[in-house]
């Protein structure tokens, strides 16, 4: 079914390979097409088959150990920018933030600098709303580019996207690429901003170790790891997961755990926290596939 696609064709790929967490059974079948046309067919053929297609952006999700049904799709391939017109330009999902922002930072480009620290993809940030204390996508993001699951391109004003806090309401497909608008900044600024957060960043964060960021999202009003820290929580651990001793919203990879050392360990940390603050704790990793 997949031949004829252009680009890596592979069956039962490890999604460990893939994750931030260095967690994750394997994909029936995974694609990394080449192109955005390869990309439609995969779209076109996997729907006629009702075979599911999911995005591995790769840093926001927990892939539980029995793998993922269906089609894997990295858009690895799909990773160009085009040279903005003031302020205004185009870039393709597959690219990474980090490059995203020092490409802003390099033509003086304000509007980004909230995004110093995020990993990741553009079409995962997009998804979403990615962001920290000082900003999110969705100020910056203004057309979003999407593949129907038929495979058609459809262009999106921002507006529709139905934005809320970490999350959004595209209608189904995959986000190929994106319009964002930045304001002409000072160059020097820029930087220091972007240096003083991943500073900050390094400083409050566990990102020497495999991890997927916050797990929860913040309850209004309050803090996740806060809450996490004040239940005792900091070093609990399952298997190989362990509650950050540094951050208590993350999670780290010791080693060798497995999803279900993620999940057990997500678990009591929800339960804990719910019996002695009586805050429900909302997921923000998304977790996905077959136990
Ligand atoms: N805190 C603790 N113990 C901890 C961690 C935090 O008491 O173990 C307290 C801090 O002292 C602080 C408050 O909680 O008073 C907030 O902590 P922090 O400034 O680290 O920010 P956060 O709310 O935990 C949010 C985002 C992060 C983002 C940072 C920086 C969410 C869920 N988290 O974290 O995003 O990097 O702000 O802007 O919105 C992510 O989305 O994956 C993520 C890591």
Redesign the pocket.
């Known amino acids: 079914m997949l031949a004829g696609i252009k680009g890596v064709v592979r069956f039962d790929e490890p999604m460990s390979r893939y994750t931030s967490f260095r967690i994750g059974g394997p994909a029936d079948a995974y694609v990394e097409p080449s192109d955005l046309e390869s990309l439609q067919k995969v779209m076109t053929t996997a729907s006629a088959a009702k075979i599911p297609v999911f995005v591995m952006g790769g840093t ?1 999700v927990l892939v539980r150990d029995g793998g993922i049904q269906g089609i894997v799709l990295r858009l690895v391939n799909l990773d160009r920018i085009q040279e903005p017109e003031d302020g205004l330009f185009y870039a393709e999902g597959g690219v990474l933030m980090p490059r995203l922002l020092k490409f802003a930072m390099q033509r003086g480009l304000t509007g980004l600098e ?1 995004a110093a ?2 990993p990741g993809t553009l079409a995962g940030s997009i998804v979403m709303n ?5 900003g999110e996508m969705k100020d910056v993001v203004r057309t979003i580019r999407l593949v129907t699951m038929t495979g058609e391109i459809l262009d999106l004003p921002a507006g529709q996207a139905g934005y809320s ?2 999350g959004s309401r595209l209608p189904r497909g995959i986000v190929v690429g994106a319009w964002l608008g930045l304001r002409a900044g000072t160059r020097a600024e820029i930087e220091s901003h972007v240096k003083e ?1 991943l500073h ?2 390094k400083a ?2 566990p990102i020497e170790m495999p991890n ?3 797990v ?3 309850p209004e009003g309050d ?4 809450l ?3 239940a005792g929580l ?1 070093g609990a651990q399952v298997g190989d997961a362990e509650v ?1 001793t ?5 999670i780290v990879n010791r080693g060798q755990a497995t999803a279900q050392d993620i999940l057990a360990l997500i678990r009591l940390v929800g339960k804990t926290v719910a019996e002695k603050f009586g805050v429900t704790l909302e997921l ?1 990793v998304q977790i996905v596939g077959r136990n």
């Open positions: 926001n909230f620290g995020i990615a962001g920290t204390r000082s806090y970490r957060s900050r960043r409050t964060q997927a960021g916050c929860f999202k913040n803090s996740a790891g806060r996490v820290e004040a900091k950050s540094k951050h208590a919203n993350f923000e």
